[in-house]
C-alpha cells in the first residue's frame, strides 16, 4: 500500500489530460482498492464501525470481489479536498458545506458529488464571554475558533445566520473575529478561560466536554440556524472513482447503510467502537451520553443539506444552482429519502 498515492496521482492526472482534451477512456479491470480519509469526532462513528467490522470488505466478497481498504486521518475539509482531487485519496469526509464548493467548482471536470451523510449532528457555538449572550454581543474583542475559518461547516453556517441577520451585504461578518484552530485545541483553550479564543463553533464530543464547564454555554446551534436536525459531515468522491470501480463503491454504500443500523441497534457497543478506533480518552459513560442523544441521528440519508445549496447560491459562494439534494448526491443515495 505505500505506492497506492503515486498510482492514484499517476492515474487521476492522466485522466485529467484526456478529460480536458475531450476525450474518453475505457473502463478498466476494477481494482478492488478503496482509500478513504475521516477526521476526529463521534461525526464518524459510521466509519469506526465499518472499520472494525470490516464491512466494507464484507460487502465486496458479496459481489466476488477481494477489496483493499486504506484508512487515513486528514484534519480540515481543505486538506480533504486537495487530497480527493490530486488523486491520492478515493473517498473523503467533510462538512456539507466544503462538499458543495467542490462539487460546484467540478462540474464539467472530476464532477464531485456526495456518496452519503454521515448522520444528524447539531454544533453548538459556544462562548466564555459573560457579556455575550446572543450574536449581536460579540465584538472585535471576541475570537470564535473554527476548525476551517470562512470556508468550513461551522463558518459557512454562520454566514447563512448572518445573511439573515445583518443582511446579505454582511454575511462575512464574523469571518473577521474567526480563527482557525482544531476542535481539541479550541476546547481546551474555551475551557481555560486564558487565552484569546472567547467562542467556539464546535461539534460533539468536544461541545459537550465544554459544557461541562460552568463558564460555557451556547449561544447558538446549527439546529437553530437550519430549522431542525441537519447533516453535518458527508462523504464524497469523484465521478470517474464511482464509474471505474462499481463494485467497490457499492461495497461502500451497503457498509454505511449497514453500520447505520448497527450502531442503532446497540450504542452501547457503537460507544466502545467509537473509543477503540479513535482511540479516544473521553470518559466511556460521556461517549455513551453523546451517542445516546436524542439530538444526534446516525444515519447515511441526508439531511436538510439542500438549505445550503439554496442559501450559498443566493450569497454568492456557489455558482451553480441545485434544483434539489438528488444534483450533488450520487444516484445511490436517491434510492432512500433526503433532503
Known amino acids: 500500500m505505500k505506492t497506492l498515492w503515486t498510482k492514484k496521482a499517476l492515474r487521476y492526472g492522466a485522466l485529467g489530460i484526456i478529460t480536458l482534451v475531450g476525450g474518453a477512456s475505457a473502463h478498466a479491470e476494477e481494482r478492488g482498492e478503496i482509500s478513504i480519509a475521516q477526521q476526529f469526532?463521534?461525526?464518524?462513528?459510521?466509519?469506526?464501525?465499518?472499520?472494525?467490522?470490516?464491512?466494507i470488505e464484507k460487502h465486496g466478497r458479496e459481489q466476488g470481489i477481494d477489496i483493499d481498504v486504506e484508512w487515513r486521518t486528514i484534519s480540515g475539509a481543505t486538506a480533504m479536498n486537495e487530497a480527493l482531487l490530486s488523486g491520492s485519496l478515493d473517498v473523503v469526509s467533510a462538512g456539507v458545506p466544503p462538499m458543495l464548493t467542490v462539487w460546484d467548482r467540478t462540474q464539467g471536470r472530476q464532477n464531485v458529488k456526495a456518496i452519503?451523510?454521515?448522520?444528524?449532528?447539531?454544533?453548538?457555538?459556544?462562548?466564555?464571554?459573560?457579556?455575550?449572550?446572543?450574536?449581536?454581543?460579540?465584538?472585535?474583542?471576541?475570537?470564535?475558533?473554527?476548525?476551517?475559518?470562512?470556508?468550513?461547516?461551522?463558518?459557512?453556517?454562520?454566514?447563512?445566520?448572518?445573511?439573515?441577520?445583518?443582511?446579505?451585504?454582511?454575511?462575512?461578518?464574523?469571518d473577521q473575529i474567526s480563527v482557525?484552530?482544531?476542535?481539541?485545541?479550541?476546547?481546551?483553550?474555551?475551557?481555560?478561560?486564558?487565552?484569546?479564543?472567547?467562542?467556539?463553533?464546535?461539534?460533539?464530543?468536544?461541545?459537550?466536554?465544554?459544557?461541562?464547564?460552568?463558564?460555557?454555554?451556547?449561544?447558538?446551534?446549527?439546529?437553530?440556524i437550519l430549522g431542525g436536525p441537519a447533516t453535518f459531515n458527508v462523504l464524497y468522491t469523484t465521478e470517474a472513482y464511482r464509474e471505474e470501480n462499481p463494485k467497490t463503491y457499492r461495497a461502500f454504500y451497503d457498509a454505511l447503510l449497514e453500520a447505520a443500523e448497527i450502531i442503532n441497534s446497540d450504542k452501547d457497543a457503537a460507544a466502545e467502537t467509537f473509543i477503540n478506533v479513535q482511540q479516544s480518552r473521553l470518559d466511556p459513560e460521556l461517549v455513551r451520553s453523546i451517542i445516546n442523544d436524542p439530538e444526534i441521528t446516525f444515519t447515511a440519508f441526508p439531511?436538510?443539506?439542500?438549505?445550503?445549496?439554496?442559501?450559498?447560491?443566493?450569497?454568492?459562494?456557489?455558482?451553480?444552482?441545485?434544483?434539489?439534494?438528488?444534483?450533488?448526491?450520487?444516484?445511490?443515495?436517491?434510492?432512500?429519502?433526503?433532503?
Open 41 to 55: 469526532g463521534i461525526g464518524y462513528l459510521l466509519l469506526d464501525v465499518i472499520q472494525e467490522q470490516a464491512l
Open 303 to 339: 439531511e436538510r443539506t439542500f438549505i445550503y445549496a439554496e442559501e450559498l447560491h443566493n450569497l454568492g459562494v456557489l455558482e451553480h444552482q441545485a434544483e434539489s439534494w438528488q444534483d450533488y448526491f450520487f444516484e445511490e443515495a436517491h434510492e432512500h429519502p433526503g433532503s
Open 116 to 174: 452519503a451523510a454521515l448522520g444528524s449532528l447539531p454544533n453548538h457555538l459556544l462562548t466564555n464571554n459573560p457579556d455575550v449572550q446572543d450574536l449581536e454581543d460579540f465584538t472585535d474583542q471576541d475570537r470564535i475558533a473554527v476548525p476551517a475559518a470562512g470556508v468550513g461547516f461551522q463558518s459557512r453556517t454562520l454566514q447563512i445566520e448572518a445573511a439573515r441577520r445583518f443582511g446579505a451585504e454582511d454575511f462575512q461578518r464574523f
Open 180 to 224: 482557525s484552530i482544531p476542535h481539541a485545541e479550541a476546547t481546551a483553550a474555551l475551557i481555560s478561560g486564558h487565552s484569546e479564543i472567547s467562542a467556539h463553533f464546535s461539534s460533539p464530543p468536544f461541545l459537550h466536554q465544554a459544557l461541562e464547564n460552568p463558564n460555557v454555554r451556547s449561544v447558538i446551534s446549527s439546529y437553530d
